[in-house]
């Protein structure tokens, strides 16, 4: 027995002696209840929203119930009434959860996950390789969620993850050793992965989870499409061993004044054909609109999914329930690189003005692969000349700003400038520095300067792919490849500036700098020596 089986023994014990019993528990769902007496319902879920005095998830005489929390069964959204208490229609497998409010915290398990959810599957899930959902027989007669108050200013900062994606444990000791272990202690209000948490092996879960508990934040989790279960005949039983770790795949939460929901875009097409989609469908959307309709339109909406907008076929639909909003944002990963995307009209976006779509970098960079490093952590470089990292997101009300963090590097290290060798005096002015701005975007503003008394002029940026990745195929396809996994094909980026050296450079060593300031105020320089020959 675990400690922490150990203590959910003593919780239901003195629970029963209360005579209060409990639903079937689950992994992620110890924290749902049932109340004696209360009539158990094949078609409704019933419960209470209550403040959770004494922190034991299990409601006791004086935890009062809170008035107008919003709880869900994945589509339809109710507010609870003045005694804390929700009804909502339920299906024979169903996932009941609770919309956290601002001001109050949702529990949170061993590993730091959070308990938002109650799993109804009276049969459990069908047999897969992985584990999924054990029974939980007949629906509770009473399913009660506990809340915590919690003090959340206007100004906070959260944890980006995208694509952790170990293929075995030996990549999660890279996570662990490459970006987690800097993120210790850090003063964020939570962190979230952005799906693709585990690249198939969904045995690893377990083991991943605990690695980033160590970082000590509450952690929000959405699928990717290496978090299906591939033996799946169809869509609907393809997350069962992800829910039964997270629990649900969608959801929403308060945080501040800010509000996030959290998608699940991935689409699995069955075992038969063994290919995804990106797509929400029509349950997800309806839950989605429903939501929406208990939050201010002065508020910022955060909208989080694995596979970018872009590549998701209802995205007009979703469109049309944020284009009304003056202050909402996107987040995604997937694709192992990064890129700022602000849709517009020919994108199918109707709002008054263009949608920022953040698609962040990885984790895992690309997938580990590469040379290893001094400490044996592949380098990881993704297909834009981009490292592998994590981002911060700071909030101010409605007001956001994303900073990117390369992994084991300085925080300022945000770009790779690039020149030739065999600069010249009579060729310098034909010659082009490259910079790729690792989280640049199209409202960037990047200037060069060579010399101390140079002003500062613009680059330009371009489409390109990006030299130093070229160099690492190049070196790849040679007599002697260097060690670890190969490459992917090289990509090219939008985040590259270009200018020309001055022209008739002297002989001797010159400093070029680069400086660039970002669509949110950070600026940052680079600086690369270049020899004139």
């Given at each position: 027995?675990?400690?922490?089986?150990?203590?959910?023994?003593?919780?239901?014990?003195?629970?029963?002696?209360?005579?209060?019993?409990?639903?079937?528990?689950?992994?992620?769902?110890?924290?749902?209840?049932?109340?004696?007496?209360?009539?158990?319902?094949?078609?409704?879920?019933?419960?209470?929203?209550?403040?959770?005095?004494?922190?034991?998830?299990?409601r006791k005489p004086g935890d009062e119930g809170i008035?107008?929390?919003?709880?869900?069964?994945?589509?339809?959204?109710?507010?609870?009434?003045?005694?804390?208490?929700?009804?909502?229609?339920?299906?024979?497998?169903?996932?009941?959860?609770?919309?956290?409010?601002?001001?109050?915290?949702?529990?949170?398990?061993?590993?730091?996950?959070?308990?938002?959810?109650?799993?109804?599957?009276?049969?459990?899930?069908?047999?897969?390789?992985?584990?999924?959902?054990?029974?939980?027989?007949?629906?509770?007669?009473?399913?009660?969620?506990?809340?915590?108050?919690?003090?959340?200013?206007?100004?906070?900062?959260?944890?980006?993850?995208?694509?952790?994606?170990?293929?075995?444990?030996?990549?999660?000791?890279?996570?662990?050793?490459?970006?987690?272990?800097?993120?210790?202690?850090?003063?964020?209000?939570?962190?979230?992965?952005?799906?693709?948490?585990?690249?198939?092996?969904?045995?690893?879960?377990?083991?991943?989870?605990?690695?980033?508990?160590?970082?000590?934040?509450?952690?929000?989790?959405?699928?990717?499409?290496?978090?299906?279960?591939?033996?799946?005949?169809?869509?609907?039983?393809?997350?069962?061993?992800?829910?039964?770790?997270?629990?649900?795949?969608?959801?929403?939460?308060?945080?501040?004044?800010?509000?996030?929901?959290?998608?699940?875009?991935?689409?699995?097409?069955?075992?038969?054909?063994?290919?995804?989609?990106?797509?929400?469908?029509?349950?997800?959307?309806?839950f989605i609109k429903n939501d929406l309709a208990f939050?201010?339109?002065?508020?910022?909406?955060?909208?989080?999914?694995?596979?970018?907008?872009?590549?998701?076929?209802?995205?007009?639909?979703?469109?049309?329930?944020?284009?009304?909003?003056?202050?909402?944002?996107?987040?995604?990963?997937?694709?192992?690189?990064?890129?700022?995307?602000?849709?517009?009209?020919?994108?199918?976006?109707?709002?008054?003005?263009?949608?920022?779509?953040?698609?962040?970098?990885?984790?895992?960079?690309?997938?580990?692969?590469?040379?290893?490093?001094?400490?044996?952590?592949p380098h990881a470089t993704m297909t834009d000349g981009?490292?592998?990292?994590?981002?911060?997101?700071?909030?101010?009300?409605?007001?956001?700003?994303?900073?990117?963090?390369?992994?084991?590097?300085?925080?300022?290290?945000?770009?790779?400038?690039?020149?030739?060798?065999?600069?010249?005096?009579?060729?310098?002015?034909?010659?082009?520095?490259?910079?790729?701005?690792?989280?640049?975007?199209?409202?960037?503003?990047?200037?060069?300067?060579?010399?101390?008394?140079?002003?500062?002029?613009?680059?330009?940026?371009?489409?390109?792919?990006?030299?130093?990745?070229?160099?690492?195929?190049?070196?790849?396809?040679?007599?002697?490849?260097?060690?670890?996994?190969?490459?992917?094909?090289?990509?090219?980026?939008?985040?590259?500036?270009?200018?020309?050296?001055?022209?008739?450079?002297?002989?001797?060593?010159?400093?070029?700098?680069?400086?660039?300031?970002?669509?949110?105020?950070?600026?940052?320089?680079?600086?690369?020596?270049?020899?004139?020959?």
């Open positions: 027995m675990t400690l922490l089986d150990r203590r959910d023994f003593l919780r239901r014990s003195a629970a029963l002696a209360a005579g209060v019993t409990f639903a079937p528990l689950l992994s992620g769902q110890r924290f749902a209840v049932a109340e004696p007496g209360a009539p158990v319902s094949g078609t409704f879920a019933e419960g209470v929203v209550f403040h959770d005095r004494s922190g034991s998830g299990v008035k107008g929390v919003l709880v869900s069964n994945g589509r339809d959204v109710v507010k609870t009434d003045s005694n804390g208490r929700y009804r909502l229609p339920v299906e024979d497998e169903a996932i009941i959860f609770v919309i956290k409010p601002s001001g109050w915290a949702l529990p949170v398990n061993e590993h730091n996950l959070v308990r938002r959810h109650y799993l109804h599957r009276p049969n459990g899930s069908p047999k897969s390789e992985y584990p999924g959902i054990a029974p939980t027989g007949p629906l509770p007669a009473s399913v009660d969620f506990p809340l915590l108050p919690s003090k959340e200013p206007s100004k906070f900062r959260m944890v980006l993850f995208g694509d952790p994606q170990p293929r075995d444990q030996k990549e999660v000791d890279y996570i662990a050793h490459d970006v987690v272990e800097d993120l210790i202690g850090v003063d964020a209000a939570f962190g979230l992965s952005l799906g693709d948490i585990m690249f198939d092996d969904l045995s690893l879960y377990e083991s991943l989870n605990s690695v980033i508990a160590t970082i000590g934040l509450p952690w929000h989790n959405l699928r990717g499409n290496h978090d299906v279960n591939y033996d799946s005949v169809d869509n609907q039983h393809s997350g069962e061993t992800y829910k039964s770790f997270y629990g649900p795949t969608y959801y929403a939460f308060d945080y501040g004044q800010v509000h996030f929901l959290i998608l699940d875009d991935v689409t699995y097409e069955g075992a038969a054909a063994h290919r995804y989609h990106g797509e929400l469908g029509q349950t997800q959307l309806d939050v201010p339109k002065d508020k910022l909406v955060v909208v989080a999914m694995h596979i970018p907008l872009t590549g998701v076929h209802d995205r007009e639909a979703l469109y049309r329930l944020l284009e009304d909003r003056p202050h909402a944002m996107s987040i995604s990963a997937h694709t192992h690189f990064h890129q700022h995307m602000f849709l517009e009209a020919k994108d199918g976006w109707r709002g008054a003005q263009p949608h920022h779509h953040f698609n962040h970098a990885t984790v895992c960079g690309c997938w580990w692969s590469g040379a290893p490093d001094e400490m044996g952590i981009g490292p592998n990292g994590y981002s911060f997101i700071d909030f101010d009300g409605p007001k956001y700003s994303v900073e990117f963090h390369p992994a084991r590097r300085l925080p300022t290290d945000q770009m790779n400038i690039y020149t030739p060798d065999g600069v010249t005096s009579a060729n310098s002015g034909d010659t082009d520095v490259l910079v790729n701005v690792y989280a640049g975007s199209p409202r960037s503003v990047v200037e060069m300067k060579v010399g101390k008394h140079s002003d500062w002029s613009p680059m330009r940026p371009t489409v390109t792919e990006d030299p130093y990745y070229v160099n690492l195929k190049k070196a790849e396809a040679g007599p002697n490849p260097p060690p670890g996994i190969s490459l992917p094909d090289t990509g090219k980026t939008d985040h590259i500036w270009t200018a020309k050296l001055p022209a008739g450079l002297p002989k001797g060593t010159h400093l070029a700098q680069v400086r660039t300031t970002d669509m949110f105020g950070h600026t940052y320089t680079g600086r690369r020596i270049i020899t004139v020959g």
